[in-house]
């Protein structure tokens, strides 16, 4: 602020003006740089957060920075009803990043999903035959896809739901981690199985070893598209590009989003198959900001960084430093820690999650509890291993200050 700024009531403007939808931790951030951010009084604090993966890279990273100046600097829009020299690029070389044959940019994350969904609809009636307006689509219980109407439908989150309906139809929800019961729930009318390969907005939830190699062999031997949710565990988060690299499987479709669009715009996309995205005819798809110049660029820079690998590294090394010194927690104040690389759902067993997020804010890191009792923890990839030990010595301090 400059010296001659008055002091400024942003928290009361922001209930004011706008609708609660969040219960956002009293802090005002004002700048940010790296794996750290600064609040309108000058006070820094460490982010623990990550913008829920949408900052993988940190923020403002100098990379991302100059690829949005250097764009904005020629063309950020030009609406899809002409070419732009961005577009091809970045389609080309996220399909070349991610091992897949086809690329439809989108905005959000949501819109991403609502793609998908439109998709799979699309190729079960055109390729695989099913009766028009018969197609199902099998989600997992406690899935986050986004907070549209079709997909607060096949939510099992009630307040997420509640008072949203009426809901569409053509959904079928299975328990999460559970293949016996996704075999039952497969019949002929199953044109997809979308899942999340870890459950972020549950609380960071990993399925056991062999659950994705049994959605891969399920989805192959019914002739069901495997659609991989990786908005949140994808592009690095995990220690790989896709957290379902992991289990050494591929899924037919991927849907992408957050840290593609480098923390700067949002840029989502639907990944996969020729055959499965080629079904899109013009007229049937398409977004007014959907593949912008701006976003292309950005997304291009992001593509670059996840070629060297160097961040899916620090994420596999600096998250197994995270997950032991968190590991050290359990039992004091910890039941679990879940996750994998940067990623970590703690489950608390003194303390409500709202209440340890606000006390971490106190001491200078900015986290966010999911459900009750589950911290998220999710830094940069850029973040040092000092400074995660700084923001665990924090949790451990919290935890300390509630026994
Ligand atoms: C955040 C998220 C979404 C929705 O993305 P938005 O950009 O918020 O619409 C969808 N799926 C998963 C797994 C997510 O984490």
């Keep these: 602020m400059t010296a001659t700024a008055q002091p400024t009531d942003f928290i ?5 003006w706008s609708p609660h939808n969040y219960h956002p931790l009293p802090v005002v951030i004002a700048e940010a740089e790296g794996a750290w951010v600064t609040d309108v009084h000058g006070r820094r604090y460490l982010d623990f957060l990550a913008g829920y993966s949408a900052l993988n890279f940190g923020h403002r990273h100098p990379a991302l920075v100059a690829a949005a100046v250097e764009q904005l600097g020629r063309v950020t ?3 899809r009803a002409f070419h732009h020299d961005q577009f091809g690029l970045f389609c080309r ?3 070349e990043l991610t091992g897949t044959e086809m690329v439809l940019a989108m905005n959000s994350g949501a819109e991403a999903v609502e793609s998908a969904v439109k998709i799979a609809r699309k190729w079960a009636y055109r390729v695989k035959g ?3 307006d018969t197609a199902e689509i099998i989600v997992a219980g406690g899935n986050f896809h986004g907070r549209t109407t079709t997909i607060v439908s096949f939510s099992t ?3 997420a739901r509640a008072d949203f309906g009426p809901f569409t139809p053509g959904f079928t929800v299975v328990e999460y981690g559970d293949a016996a019961a996704l075999a039952a729930a ?3 009318r199953t044109a997809a199985v979308l899942v999340e390969p870890i459950q972020g907005e549950a609380g960071v939830v990993v399925p056991g070893a062999d659950y994705l190699r049994e959605v891969r062999r399920l989805c192959d031997e019914n002739n069901v598209l495997f659609i991989a949710d990786e908005i949140q565990s994808g592009l690095a988060r995990t220690g790989s590009l896709f957290a379902l690299d992991h289990a050494g499987v ?6 992408l989003g957050k840290a593609l669009g480098g923390g700067i715009l949002p840029v989502s996309a639907v990944v996969g198959r020729r055959d499965v995205l080629g079904v899109l005819r013009p007229g049937e ?3 007014t900001f959907g593949g912008n110049p701006l976003a292309c660029a950005v997304g291009r820079a992001v593509v670059r960084l996840l070629a060297t690998g160097e961040f899916q590294e620090r994420s596999r090394v600096l998250g197994a430093h995270l997950h032991a010194r968190l590991g050290e927690l359990v039992g004091r104040g910890v039941s679990e820690v879940r996750g994998r690389g940067l990623w970590a759902g703690v489950e608390l067993t003194t303390m409500a999650g709202r209440l340890a997020s606000e006390a971490l804010m106190e001491r200078g890191v900015l986290c966010k509890e999911t459900h009750d009792t589950t911290l998220r923890v999710a830094p940069p990839l850029v973040i040092t291993e000092a400074e995660i030990d700084q923001g665990v010595a924090a949790i451990a301090d919290v935890l300390a200050s509630a026994r």
């Design 130 to 132: 099913l009766a028009k």
């Design 186 to 188: 497969i019949t002929d």
């Design 285 to 287: 798809h398409g977004s």
């Design 93 to 95: 070389e996220l399909a």
């Design 12 to 16: 009361g403007m922001d209930e004011h």
């Design 250 to 255: 591929r899924a037919d479709v991927y849907t």
């Design 77 to 79: 829009l030009t609406s």
């Design 157 to 159: 989150d009630e307040v």
